[in-house]
């Protein structure tokens, strides 16, 4: 498993990767010095290499030295996505145009040029200059709003780049194989979900750190899909993941955003500068090519990899690409991908580098140069070199192979600072041929003969999966390739594992996956609660426990997705999420007036909405959400509106989905409509989303926060305190809050999880 990321991650000598994208949204800014922006050694490296003319070099560095502008990306469906623009565009830049600070005018904020749909922002105002002037602070705090819900990413231009030439369209079964923290993983699932319709693919996100696999679960929340899986791999020695019937799968798209030295970030990464060596490149060039190895492998014929790093260096680009090329002749070609976002400036891949070393960084600037492997080696043999890399010395795929200008090297795409005042990337976009001999759409090529060695890794214990044995039932194909559940020879209508038992890695600490049988009582009662149509996929309800019991949390996956659970031990391929969190148990206690326990947390919403039954969603406006935000259990009969009041009045106690229609009311302005869970009790109503997300919702709609504190539990250590004592009774605690906040409703879960799996 890979090493949680450091606050400086160009510690240890520079050698540690960069997770470059970690502080994207947190709106910190290091101290920022100039005068500490030099590093001899950088100079003299990229100098020889070339990656810039002569001319240029003093742009180049000057650009470098400067303040990174803030960019983020509008995100979600496009008709969701076009609203919110609009409202940045007229309600917002237009107040900014005029803005001065300490005697200079501040640009007001400005779509990035070759971002599609004007969707991409740039903001250029110094950091002082937005908080200290009224129309910057005010969209500073809608910017932090609408991050915090979802609508917005704060993300580097440059970052956004590589999903974009993924070209992902909404059936393709697609893999981000370092993922962490989830910027691109978020573009790729609005990809495979355009219009949030029902999309048939899947994404499988996956990150060889396990705490940054919980950041994705947490960053992917914002976008449910039940086509997601995250898991927690090497992708070097990623799994092959069985499909039923001896077929294993093979995607039609792979991101490879690889560790990287990171030298690109060196506009907000500044440590790098003190860290920066020559060797950081060259020791990381062994593990990308791995990563871009596995991927090849992966990769269904006719499907495209996009390989990124966030570097300068050859050694991590170039060389990684040429390598990987020069493993499978003629079975990959890089895409020329000079016509897509034409208004963004690129710089063509090199066709020749320098391979270079730097003994010790911190003592000598000096760079040994070798133009030959050979030439290295003899380094070595004289003792005028030391071997690094335990021990193994720098592999020759460092160097420019004989046929580098043969290989279209130069269609890869390198990104730099000065050209569009953003960070430094590498982008190369790769296609596997789909030629007469290539292997079948769903099937494997046996793993290439790639030079360099896998060491074992600690995230990777079950790789001999070629022992295994593979089932045996007849398996026919969807449209996507992937065997339909319902095809499977496994149960797919009831609780179950995988079809044949695998050994499991009992290092794996997460709770195991099983599908609900749909009769199942719970499962009924929530079918009936929702009126829920026939479309509505009751055979794929996913529990995290062994016996398919719907205890606490009830997600929703689509037919891709549950193919592969019932196909592999989740052990082996360490799935640490799966679909969408779609049913929550509000109350865990035996009453009997409540016919169904269950509510639609917000994040699984979207998915329900097209199979609820007619009716079932009440209509309000911001009348009624100005009452549901105030109080936290407002009664029935302090609602105004009649035909509300009734409509409630009418219905059992459980769970409501109330759409809130866009307009102006009340005091407040809601550009979109909205759709949220509210549990009606004996006699009140209560909106159940949690506390930060009631204030960030009032300030957006209403301008301020106007929820009140909640109430206080009467006796906190009793255990269903409310239930005696409130005449109201089964007043619902929503997430997030007193004994129902999310880290306790969490542990609860988990307890009672685990207990029936002990
Ligand atoms: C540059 S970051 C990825 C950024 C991410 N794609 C995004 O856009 O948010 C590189 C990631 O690779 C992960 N990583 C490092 N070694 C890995 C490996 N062998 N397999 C999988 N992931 C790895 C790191 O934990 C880190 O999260």
């Known amino acids: 498993m890979g090493k949680h990321r450091s606050k400086n991650p160009a510690r240890a000598g520079g050698r540690k990767p960069i997770n470059r994208d970690d502080n994207g949204g947190t709106g910190d800014w290091k101290k920022f010095d100039p005068t500490d922006m030099n590093n001899e050694a950088f100079e003299q490296y990229y100098k020889a290499q070339g990656i810039v003319s002569e001319e240029e070099w003093t742009d180049f560095m000057a650009c470098l030295r400067k303040e990174l502008p803030v960019t983020f990306r509008v995100t979600g469906s496009r008709a969701h996505a076009d609203t919110i623009n609009d409202i940045i565009r007229t309600a917002y830049v237009p107040n900014m145009l005029d ?114 696999t919980h950041m994705l679960v947490h960053q992917t929340g914002r976008m449910p899909s039940k086509g997601l899986i995250v898991t927690n791999y090497d992708a070097s020695m990623y799994p092959t993941i069985k499909l039923g019937a001896g ?72 060389a990684v690409i040429a390598a990987g090329l020069n493993a499978r002749p003629g079975q990959f070609s890089i895409v020329d991908v000079s016509a897509q976002l034409p208004n963004l400036k690129r710089r063509p891949g090199k066709t020749s580098w320098k391979v270079g070393t730097q003994p010790d960084a911190k003592t000598s600037k000096e760079i040994a140069w070798y133009e030959t492997h050979e030439e290295y080696r003899q380094a070595v043999e004289n003792g005028t070199e030391k071997e690094k890399d335990r021990g193994k010395g720098l592999p020759s795929t460092l160097w420019p192979p004989a046929n580098a200008t043969e290989l279209g090297l130069e269609k890869c795409l390198r990104l730099l600072p000065h050209d569009q005042n953003t960070g430094g990337f590498f982008v190369c976009v790769l296609e596997k041929r789909a030629s007469k001999n290539s292997a079948p759409a769903t099937t494997e090529e046996p ?120 196909n592999n031990d989740y052990t082996r391929l360490r799935i640490i999420s799966a679909g969408v969190k779609s049913f929550a148990r509000q109350d865990s206690q035996q009453r009997v007036e409540i016919g169904c326990k269950w509510r639609s947390p917000i994040d699984g919403i979207l998915e329900l909405l097209p199979h609820v039954g007619n009716g079932f969603v009440i209509n309000a406006s911001l009348v009624e959400l100005r009452t549901l935000l105030q109080d936290h259990y407002p009664p029935i009969e302090k609602f105004a509106n009649e035909e509300w009041k009734k409509v409630f009045e009418g219905r059992d106690m459980g769970c409501a989905i109330v759409k809130f229609q866009e307009g102006k009311e009340a005091g407040g302005e809601l550009r979109l409509p909205m759709w949220l869970p509210v549990w009606k009790a004996k006699m009140s109503l209560s909106l159940m989303i949690d506390k930060r997300e009631k204030s960030i919702l009032s300030l957006r709609t209403f301008g301020e926060d106007i929820c009140n504190p909640p109430p206080i539990q009467k006796d906190q250590n009793k255990p269903d305190a409310t239930a005696e004592t409130d005449p109201a009774a089964a007043e619902p605690v929503p997430e997030g809050e007193g004994e129902g906040s999310a880290g306790v409703a969490l542990a609860v879960e988990e307890s009672e999880e685990k207990a029936i799996n002990a």
């Not at 060491?455 to 065997?483: C, H, L």
């Not at 290092?507 to 199942?520: A, G, L, N, T």
Request: aromatic share 8%; glycine share 6%.
């Open 447 to 566: 793993t290439s003969s790639s030079s360099l060695k896998r060491p074992a890794s600690p995230a990777a214990p079950q790789a001999a999966e070629t022992k295994r044995a593979r089932e045996k039932s007849p398996v026919a194909e969807s449209s996507s390739g992937v065997a339909t559940p319902a095809e499977v020879s496994t149960p797919a209508t009831t609780a179950s594992g995988p079809a044949k038992k695998e050994k499991r890695d009992l290092s794996f600490k997460e709770d195991p996956y099983s599908y609900v049988d749909p009769e199942h009582a719970e499962i009924k009662s929530i079918i009936e609660r929702f009126q829920f149509k026939d479309t509505f996929p009751k055979h794929n309800l996913l529990v995290r426990n062994e016996y398919g019991e719907p205890l606490r949390t009830v997600y929703l996956t689509n037919d891709v997705v549950k193919t592969i659970i019932l």
């Open 247 to 318: 077929k294993t799968l093979q995607f039609d798209r792979i991101l490879a955003d690889v560790p990287c030295s990171g030298d690109g970030t060196l506009r907000k990464n500044i440590e790098i500068w003190g860290k920066w060596g020559a060797a950081d490149g060259n020791s990381l060039h062994g593990l990308q090519l791995r990563i871009l190895e596995r991927a090849m492998t992966m990769l269904k014929p006719g499907g495209r990899l996009v390989y990124s790093t966030c570097s300068f260096n050859p050694s991590e680009d170039e």
């Open 99 to 212: 803005v001065e600070f300490e005697g200079n005018k501040i640009e007001p904020p400005s779509q990035l040029a070759w971002y599609p749909g004007g969707l991409g922002w740039q903001i250029e105002a110094p950091k002082r200059a937005v908080r200290k002037t009224e129309p910057f602070r005010l969209f500073q705090r809608f910017l932090v709003g609408e991050t915090e819900v979802g609508n917005l990413s704060r993300q580097e231009a440059v970052s956004m780049i590589p999903p974009l030439f993924l070209d992902v369209e909404p059936h393709h079964l697609c893999l981000d194989m370092c993922a962490a923290p989830g910027s691109k993983t978020a573009q790729i699932i609005e990809a495979l979900n355009p219009h949030h319709t029902a999309s048939t693919g899947l994404l499988i996100a996956n990150d060889s750190d396990y705490k940054r």
